[in-house]
């Protein structure tokens, strides 16, 4: 009886050179300044009602967007 083959290989996870994670980090926090802007905007002018509410939610999104880079470029430098 023969021996079962052995699995191949995973090849080596992708890391990012030195500088492609510094570009992702400064791209990351310049997406995190519309939710900073919109943080102070909100403090001066309140929430809002109704339709305003959703026009906060997406400067958020993309903060939430850079938050995102940040972490992928930190976990894959």
């Known amino acids: 009886?023969?021996?079962p083959?052995?699995?191949?290989?995973?090849?080596p996870p992708h890391r990012n050179s030195g500088c492609a994670t510094a570009i992702?980090?400064?791209i990351g926090?310049?997406?995190?300044?519309p939710g900073l802007c919109s943080l102070i905007a909100m403090s001066g002018f309140?929430?809002?009602?109704?339709?305003?509410v959703l026009l906060w939610l997406i400067p958020f999104?993309?903060?939430a967007g850079g938050i995102?880079?940040?972490v992928y470029a930190a976990r894959n430098a």
């Open 46 to 52: 309140g929430v809002g009602e109704g339709a305003a």
């Open 5 to 11: 083959e052995s699995p191949p290989q995973l090849p």
């Open 29 to 33: 926090i310049i997406l995190l300044l």
């Open 61 to 63: 999104a993309i903060s």
């Open 24 to 26: 992702l980090v400064v």
């Open 1 to 3: 009886m023969s021996l």
């Open 68 to 70: 995102a880079l940040i």
